[in-house]
């Protein structure tokens, strides 16, 4: 590196939390609405930046306060994107992205992505008045990733990403990486001595949750683009909001099809071709990566984790999640150190 050139500020504080349309158009973007282009405030809140080298993050809260849709051109590169609460409509390329969802007991379910554009992407927002989303987003160049996919054990996905090749995979963030996004939010706020070291740390943490989950021990994460048209990706999408919201109990095949306005047999094939099982094997899959993240993080027991997944019998559970992930549910909790009761 050029010792005469100055390093990039690690840490960046947005000193104007106000968002105007002038400065939306000075930096690219292109306004939708037809709404006044001057210096009229669409949105406040908190925002903070960390660099390094290779991989930058944009984290925060935006309110808005006027209505705003708008389109901007992203930069050719993999973006990890983490959506903790709150909703906005938004598209890259025309597939939708998905959106937290509340939960039955009334919690912000987090959702997120892993995209990958070899020519740059296309991102449509458009965001109503008094709507919020708190988010993340983690950019990478590929010669930074590139460093990990030189190992024997990266996965065959993983290199392809390398290569170049365009991606769209969901992932459900855990409890961890929920976690440690909000402390950012945090730290970027109070602003506590080594504040760059914090946040720099949980960055690469979450890229490692990130990775992990998508090209890791679940490769049932992975939903490539390649041959699903954006139609298909939002029923897949619209799918597993379904599927989130409904617990093993009350879900049923039929009327989950009514709702997303489509026949069994068509959610069949599209299960098929975008994951390589069926759509009960789909579904049950999901069920049991929950509950893998609630036997990591939290205290409840193996049995009432396991009911919730839709097995009445601890032993079909135990078969069905060894089967799945490669060793059974006790093991975890022998890792974490948290007693069953």
């Known amino acids: 590196m050029n010792s005469a050139v100055d390093p990039l500020p690690p840490v960046l504080a947005n000193p104007n939390p106000v968002l105007t349309r002038r400065e939306l158009r ?17 949105a406040c809140g908190l925002v903070g930046q960390v660099r390094m080298d290779g991989i930058h993050v ?29 909703y906005v409509e938004a598209s890259l390329n025309g ?32 965001a109503r008045k008094g709507q919020y989303l708190d988010k993340m ?28 090749d365009p ?44 990775l992990t989950a998508a090209f890791g021990s679940n490769p049932d994460a992975v939903m490539p683009p390649t041959n ?10 619209a799918l597993v909001q379904y599927i989130d919201r409904h617990s093993a109990q009350e879900l049923a095949v039929t009327e989950m099809a009514n709702e997303l306005g489509a026949s069994q047999a068509t959610l069949q094939r599209l ?4 994951h390589h099982c069926s759509l009960n094997e789909f579904i049950r899959n999901r069920w049991l990566t929950e509950a893998r993240q609630a036997l990591l993080f939290s205290n409840r027991s193996i049995s009432d ?16 999640f060894r089967k799945h992930f490669g060793y059974p549910p006790s093991s975890l909790r022998r890792q974490t150190g948290t007693a069953e009761g």
């Open 305 to 320: 984790i396991a009911y919730e997944a839709g097995y009445v019998h601890l032993s079909n559970f135990t078969t069905a």
């Open 58 to 86: 944009n984290f925060g809260r935006r309110m808005q306060v006027d209505d705003l849709e708008m389109e901007v051109s992203l930069d050719a590169q993999v973006c990890i994107k983490i959506f903790l609460e709150g």
């Open 26 to 42: 000075k930096n690219g973007v292109r306004v939708l609405d037809g709404g006044d282009q001057g210096d009229a405030v669409v």
């Open 137 to 164: 987003v983690i950019g990478m160049s590929r010669e930074w990733l590139q460093r990990f996919s030189e190992t024997s054990e990266a996965p065959d996905k993983f290199q392809a990403l390398m290569g170049g």
């Open 95 to 126: 597939v939708p992205m998905p959106m937290p969802q509340r939960t039955a007991q009334g919690r912000w379910q987090s959702s997120a992505i892993i995209v990958s554009h070899e020519n740059g992407a296309r991102l449509r927002r458009r």
């Open 228 to 237: 699903l048209t954006a139609a298909e990706q939002q029923r897949i999408y």
């Open 271 to 274: 299960v098929r071709k975008a």
């Open 167 to 210: 991606g769209f995979w969901q992932w459900q963030p855990n409890r961890k990486v929920e976690f440690l996004a909000r402390q950012m939010f945090d730290i970027a706020a109070r602003k506590p001595p080594f504040s760059a070291v914090l946040l720099e740390s949980h960055t690469l943490a979450i890229v490692y949750e990130a």
